[in-house]
């Protein structure tokens, strides 16, 4: 760290307005403005006088009650979803465990002991010689024999 003093910034001297800036600054425009002949070109009825409290008070009071039947009718629309909402959860709870009842089915009936009961049922019988493809060359390894049911 130094032990020089921190100094403040030298600041530009603001600059004085010459004579010939003061004098444009006394000079006004002449612009007329074009909004007042457009203004009065347009039939604009106001009304005159005051209104009564008691026609303040209905409308107010009207306001209160249309906010109130606007909240009542939000409501209403949200409860019904939310019936709606509770009937399709309980119809997904149903489907899930209808889905997981046919899964447990699909996975017994393919169990090796169904498989074997089944393609008997079907007339089918295991082979005694198995017979493998190869499928980079395409070559059958082994020797197909037809399986006979009397074999068994």
């Known amino acids: 760290m130094s032990a020089v003093p921190a100094r403040t910034p030298a600041l530009a001297p603001i600059p004085r307005k010459s004579k010939t800036m003061r004098r444009l600054s006394l000079v006004k425009p002449i612009v007329k403005p074009i909004v007042s002949p457009i203004a009065q070109a347009i039939p604009v009825g106001v009304p005159q006088g005051r209104a009564s409290s008691r026609t303040f008070l209905f409308v107010i009071i009207g306001m209160i009650i249309t906010g109130m039947m606007l909240l009542l009718y939000v409501n209403t629309l949200a409860a019904q979803a939310?019936?709606?909402k509770h009937a399709l959860q309980i119809e997904?709870?149903?489907?899930?465990?209808?889905?997981?009842?046919?899964?447990?089915a699909?996975?017994?009936?393919?169990?090796?002991?169904?498989?074997?009961?089944?393609?008997?049922k079907m007339g089918m019988v295991p082979a005694e010689t198995p017979v493998f493809l190869?499928?980079?060359?395409?070559?059958i390894l082994g020797k197909p024999v037809v399986a006979s049911a009397a074999g068994r």
């Open 82 to 84: 939310s019936f709606q």
């Open 134 to 139: 190869r499928l980079s060359d395409r070559e």
């Open 92 to 104: 997904l709870s149903q489907m899930t465990a209808e889905e997981q009842t046919i899964a447990s």
């Open 106 to 120: 699909v996975a017994a009936g393919e169990s090796p002991g169904n498989l074997l009961i089944t393609a008997q």
